[in-house]
């Protein structure tokens, strides 16, 4: 039987680029004479912005500090042991750099054991044990902390989490059999798999008190100090914890059947994590923890060596780090300063982007439209919100007003926009409407300003080509809602030089949205994939296939919402008109559905009616539906609609629509809400076999996003 630190040994061979975390001990005298007490410090060295992570090595590191404290809590020469973290960070999980280069299961089954070996003798200790949360603590960092006896948490501790099914793994070094035996299974089901599932929804200091999850909490500044003191406190006896009994009848069945249910909504059963945490769960019902941890051990395995897990990770990847540093961008140095911005349209697309701008930016914003009403509803719109965010606390009075004087409409463009940087336009959808616009624009903005257009779907390098400087014209291509959605896509037309483009990264970075560079090319990336993936599933009802059958039949992708719920959300005449402009420029791969067609000029706002809660087919769309004798089984349905898409995107990156195959999947993740579980979209094709199967080669190498070969 191999011991933990030969196990340890053997995985940190595999992984030789571990930024390592040392494991420092140091000795103190608790105040009020409770004794003498060992603490472990959890630090690899750099400062907060490289959180502390948990590798193999640092697994053996932190194992070697307990050796230490073991053999003085069994000699008498101290009462306790604690653990904490450098300042900020507490420790945030696994290092998944390491779990990517895994090829074996039992590689896998190493990790899981080696961690659970290492923080289990935590518990095991001849004294009492205290994990001090004194900052961000993810994953393996909030287990580790499950394991020790009590623990306090910082009030100021922005991030607290068990992220793994977000990911596509399990807590798997205690997590799922400890947490639900400490704060019972509903409060353990919501921060496993409800908070991860709503795209890893994070915990601050206060609440992981009030789940019971710490013993005490304390403020920032001094935490530690606080946290010594009542750790005296509890071991002289002066200071008892109680902690309420679990639930373990039927609430403890219903919290993991609620579990069940947000996991369906969600994911759809398409991806595993979630249900083996469940399992997990489900189990630990009797408080056998051991039996827990050997269950975690496998789950974690068997999800490393998985498609989902791989996706996730590069997934995160994309998000993190390509979406900070976006393919083909100028260098930076070249842009220009923006200190005024103009906005052509006060609608609410054009009201939500001054209300961006505005408070990412804060330089003075000016609307304009048509008549005054209307200029006065956008500015209108801008102030109600920074009531609103004032009413939550978010900003307070000061820059309350400070914001509302920044925002002002005028009629007259030369006057709005006579000392502006930087000028967008988001007026209707309309090629001769948009080229107005920016020609007016020009004639009163000044030489270096940006006119950008927030067009879904028309040609950037048109609505440029009649003006005297299509050089400084840029798509700027946001999503709504924009306050939610991350992603902006930089179009370049044929004209655009390198300094206005290197402006618009610039402001995109301020705006705090990712940015993917794209070619001037029909409805761009998003639109163009979505129109094609939705005219796919457009074509088989028009055909004859049941809308219900067609809808079902992409569920295993495990989408935010069903593919006509999305069209109920982009607008039906809205979804008509970019598969309208798709299809001039593809007639051959691009269909216009008549059926659509009908439910617009009818007027509807989409195919569903909400009477009964769910979403049932409107009887009055049914009435206008014109449907062929061709029914395809859900099957049927899928493998047409994933070929459809998978050859789109195949010719996509032949005309260098983007850089990379990585660029569409970032465009999904941040523009679609495409889930991390099926990494975008190619990691997906490629892992079904449907690349192959259309285009004869993958998207990606195998290995990325996907398991080694």
């Not at 920016?438 to 030489?447: D, K, L, T």
């Not at 067009?455 to 840029?474: C, G, I, N, Q, Y």
Request: glycine share 10%; with cysteine; aromatic share 6%.
């Amino acid at each position: 039987m191999s011991t933990t630190a030969e196990l340890l040994k053997g995985a940190a061979e595999l992984f030789p680029d571990e930024v390592v975390t040392q494991a420092h001990v140091r000795h103190l005298d608790l105040p009020g004479g409770a004794g003498r007490f060992a603490l472990i410090t959890l630090d690899n060295g750099l400062d907060h912005t490289k959180p502390t992570t948990f590798g193999p090595q640092s697994l053996a590191n932190l194992n070697a500090a307990v050796d230490q404290v073991e053999k003085e809590a069994a000699e008498g020469a101290i009462v306790g042991a604690g653990i904490t973290g450098k300042p900020f960070i507490f420790a945030v999980g696994a290092d998944l750099k390491g779990v990517e280069l895994l090829k074996q299961h039992s590689d896998a089954l190493a990790i899981g054991k080696g961690g659970h070996d290492v923080f289990k003798r935590l518990s095991g200790l001849a004294v009492p044990t205290f994990a001090y949360y004194n900052g961000a603590a993810m994953g393996g960092g909030v287990e580790v902390g499950l394991h020790c006896t009590y623990r306090t948490v910082s009030r100021a501790i922005p991030a607290f989490s068990l992220p793994e099914v977000f990911l596509g793994l399990v807590p798997g070094w205690g997590g799922c059999a400890i947490l639900p035996n400490l704060i019972g299974a509903e409060k353990a089901v919501s921060v496993i798999i409800e908070n991860s599932l709503n795209q890893n929804r994070q915990l601050k200091g206060a609440q992981v008190f009030e789940l019971g999850i710490a013993d005490a909490i304390f403020d920032g500044a001094d935490f530690l100090e606080q946290s010594l003191l009542w750790t005296a406190s509890v071991l002289t006896g002066a200071t008892t914890v109680e902690r309420p009994e679990v639930d373990r009848g039927e609430a403890w069945d219903q919290a993991v059947a609620k579990g069940r249910f947000v996991a369906d909504s969600k994911v759809h059963g398409a991806a595993p994590a979630a249900y083996r945490a469940l399992d997990i769960i489900e189990a630990a019902k009797d408080g056998d923890l051991q039996k827990g941890f050997d269950a975690e051990d496998q789950a974690l395995a068997d999800l490393i060596m998985g498609g989902e897990l791989r996706s996730g990770i590069y997934a995160f990847n994309l998000v993190q780090k390509r979406g900070k540093r976006p393919a083909g961008a100028p260098d930076k140095s070249l842009a220009r300063p923006v200190t005024k911005v103009g906005v052509v349209g006060a609608g609410l697309m054009a009201s939500q982007l001054a209300l961006l701008f505005l408070r990412r930016l804060e330089v003075p914003v000016v609307l304009t439209d048509i008549d005054q009403e209307r200029v006065d509803k956008g500015v209108g719109y801008v102030h109600a919100e920074i009531e609103k965010l004032l009413g939550k606390g978010r900003i307070n009075q000061d820059k309350a007003n400070r914001l509302k004087a920044l925002v002002t409409g005028v009629l007259d463009k030369a006057e709005g926009f006579a000392d502006a940087d930087f000028v967008i336009e988001a007026v209707f959808e309309e090629m001769s409407v948009k080229q107005k616009v920016f020609a007016e624009v020009e004639a009163v903005a000044p030489a270096h300003a940006i006119l950008a257009t927030n067009t879904s779907s028309l040609s950037v390098t048109e609505m440029a080509s009649k003006l005297k400087h299509p050089e400084r014209v840029v798509g700027f291509h946001f999503f709504n809602p924009v306050a939610v959605l991350p992603l902006l896509e930089i179009v370049r037309g044929e004209q655009t030089d390198d300094a206005s483009l290197a402006t618009a990264f610039g402001v995109a970075k301020k705006l705090k949205k990712t940015a993917v560079l794209t070619k001037d090319a029909p409805a761009f990336v998003v639109n163009r994939i979505l129109t094609r993936f939705m005219g796919e599933i457009q074509n088989v009802i028009d055909e004859g296939t049941p809308v219900a059958t067609a809808e079902k039949a992409v569920e295993p992708l495990g989408l935010p919402m069903s593919p006509l719920v999305l069209l109920e959300l982009v607008g039906p005449a809205i979804g008509l008109h970019v598969s309208e402009t798709l299809n001039r420029a593809f007639p051959e791969r691009f269909t216009v559905s008549p059926n659509l067609k009908a439910v617009v000029e009818a007027g509807k706002r989409g195919f569903y009616v909400y009477d009964s809660g769910a979403p049932e087919l409107d009887p009055e769309v049914a009435a206008l539906l014109k449907q062929g004798d061709t029914v395809l089984t859900e099957e049927q349905v899928r493998d047409r609609v994933l070929g459809a898409v998978a050859q789109e995107i195949g010719l996509m990156l032949q005309e260098g629509v983007v850089a990379e195959a990585q660029d569409i999947d970032l465009c999904l993740i941040t523009g679609a809400g495409w889930p991390f579980h099926l990494g975008g979209i190619t990691p997906y094709l490629d892992r079904e076999g449907v690349s192959e199967r259309v285009n004869g080669k993958r998207f990606l190498a195998q290995g990325v996003a996907s398991v080694p070969a």
